[in-house]
C-alpha cells in the first residue's frame, strides 16, 4: 500500500481522528498567516522538501480553492484581529517577473471579496515615485513608498494599515522599517530567510511526523525525507567539503538501509541545499560522497551565491525523492497552499527540462492547476487530474504545524527584533 492509499484510507475512515490530532497541535502552536508546502511524491512515499512561510503563486489556485482561502483568510482574521479593515501586503522586488505580479492581483483580490481595504507598499519604491505595474490579467497595480511614524508603518499616500502582511522573503536581511512596530507583521519579519534555517525546519518536521504516524500506524519513513545539516562551508575557497562529502554518505548509508528492507533496487542521491532561501538557488545533486570533494568552479560559484546576492555558507543535505508525479509527460511537483494552518489549493510545478530526479523549482518551470476534489472540481476547470489533494494536504498541514515550532528567539507578532 502506498503513502496517498494509506492517507486516503485514513481519511476516510478516521476523519474525525485527524482533525482531533491537527487541532491539538494547532492549539499547543498557532500556525503562520500563510505557507506553501513543496511536496515530492514517488509513489511509495510522500514528504514536504520545502516550506515556505512568504508564498508566492495563488494566481495558479483554482476558483474553489481561492473562495476556501478567502474563507479562511476570514476565520483568521475573525479570531485574532476582528476589528481590522485596512492591511498592507509588502511583496518582493519582483516587478518585472508578471507571474509574481499576477500572484500579487490574487492577493488582493482574496482580501477584497471579504471587504477589506488592502493596498502594496514597496521596500524598493523612493520618495515620491510609485511604482506602477500591470498583472498579466490587465489589472493595474500600485506599490507605494513606505514610511514610518514612530512604531507605526503607513504609506506615502496616507494609507495607515491596521495588519501588515509580508510577501517578501527577506532572503537579504531583515529591513530596519519592518522591526519593532505596534502593528502585528505576519508573518513575523524574525522568520525572514535571514535568520530562518531549513534544518531546523525539518527536525519539527520530523518530530511531528513521528508523532502522527505513532497514532495513526504508519512509517514515519513515508512522511519524511532524510537530511543533515553542514557546518560552515566556502565553496569558493573549497573549504568544509570534507564535512560535506561525510555528510552526504551519512545520508545515502540511511537511505541504503530503508531501499533494503522496502525492497527499492534505485541507487540512493540526494540534493545538497542552501541552508536558507528559496527560488531553487543553491541546489545540487549527488549520488556519492566523491563528487562533493570534486566539484569543479562552475558548480561552487552556483552554491555560492543565492538570491538578492546573499553569500551561501551553510548547506542542508536533504535525501532525494523522485517524482512518479507528471503533467502531459513532464516531471511535475505538488505544492500545497495554507492558510493558518488549513489546506486550501494547490498546484503543480512541472519542468520538462528536467526528469523525475532533478530539482524542478530551476528554470524553464510551469505551473498548472490542481483540481479541487473537495469541491468536486476535477473535469470542470482546466488542471490535472486525480490530483490527491486531501492526501496531500495531510503531510503539508504538518509541515505548516512544524513551521510554527521552529524556535529563532522571536515572538509570533516579531518582539524582539
Not at 65 to 89: D, G, T
Not at 114 to 124: C, H, R, T, Y
Amino acid at each position: 500500500m502506498t503513502i496517498l492509499d494509506t492517507l486516503k484510507s485514513l481519511d476516510e475512515s478516521r476523519s474525525e481522528d485527524i482533525e482531533r490530532w491537527f487541532a491539538q497541535k494547532r492549539a499547543e502552536a498557532a500556525p503562520f498567516f500563510y505557507t506553501s508546502v513543496d511536496l515530492r511524491h514517488s509513489g511509495l512515499r510522500l514528504a514536504p522538501v520545502d516550506t515556505n512561510l512568504y508564498p508566492a503563486g495563488f494566481n495558479n489556485l483554482s476558483p474553489a480553492a481561492r473562495a476556501r482561502a478567502s474563507r479562511f483568510i476570514k476565520r483568521f482574521l475573525e479570531e485574532h484581529y476582528p476589528q481590522a479593515k485596512r492591511i498592507l501586503i509588502v511583496p518582493e522586488n519582483h516587478t518585472r517577473n508578471l507571474n509574481y505580479l499576477e500572484n500579487l492581483a490574487t492577493l488582493l483580490s482574496l482580501f477584497e471579496t471579504l471587504g477589506i481595504e488592502v493596498q502594496l507598499g514597496s521596500l524598493a519604491a523612493e520618495a515620491g515615485q510609485p511604482i506602477e505595474l500591470e498583472a498579466p490579467s490587465g489589472r493595474k497595480l500600485a506599490e507605494y513608498p513606505i514610511k514610518r511614524d514612530g512604531d507605526h508603518l503607513m504609506l506615502e499616500n496616507g494609507f495607515a494599515p491596521e495588519i501588515i502582511i509580508v510577501n517578501n522573503d527577506m532572503t537579504a536581511g531583515a529591513p530596519t522599517i519592518l522591526q519593532g512596530l505596534r502593528q502585528p507583521v505576519l508573518p513575523p519579519v524574525g522568520m525572514g530567510w535571514w535568520q530562518r534555517r531549513k534544518s531546523v525546519h525539518f527536525a519539527a518536521y520530523k518530530t511531528l511526523a513521528h508523532e502522527f504516524a505513532a497514532q495513526f500506524s504508519i512509517d514515519p519513513w513515508l512522511m519524511c525525507a532524510e537530511f543533515h545539516r553542514c557546518g560552515l562551508v566556502d565553496f569558493k575557497e573549497r573549504t568544509g567539503l570534507d564535512c560535506l562529502a561525510n555528510g552526504v554518505e551519512a545520508v545515502l548509508a540511511k537511505m541504503r538501509q530503508k531501499y533494503a528492507q522496502y525492497g527499492i533496487a534505485e541507487a540512493p542521491y540526494v540534493y545538497v541545499k542552501a541552508e536558507s532561501g528559496t527560488y531553487g538557488m543553491g541546489v545540487m545533486t549527488a549520488r556519492s560522497a566523491d563528487e562533493m570533494l570534486d566539484l569543479n568552479k562552475k558548480d561552487r560559484n552556483k552554491m555560492q551565491i543565492i538570491k538578492e546576492g546573499t553569500r551561501n555558507s551553510e548547506v542542508i543535505i536533504q535525501e532525494g525523492i523522485p517524482t512518479i508525479d507528471a503533467v502531459s509527460g513532464k516531471p511535475a511537483e505538488p505544492v500545497v497552499y495554507i492558510i493558518d494552518g488549513i489546506p486550501v489549493g494547490g498546484m503543480y510545478r512541472v519542468n520538462g527540462g528536467r526528469d523525475a530526479y532533478g530539482n524542478l523549482n530551476a528554470a524553464g518551470m510551469e505551473f498548472t492547476g490542481m483540481c479541487d476534489e473537495v469541491e468536486d472540481e476535477c473535469g470542470k476547470w482546466k488542471s490535472v487530474q486525480n490530483c490527491h489533494f486531501r492526501s496531500f494536504g495531510i503531510v503539508a498541514a504538518i509541515a505548516a504545524l512544524a513551521a510554527a515550532r521552529e524556535d529563532y528567539g522571536v515572538g509570533k507578532e516579531g518582539e524582539g527584533i
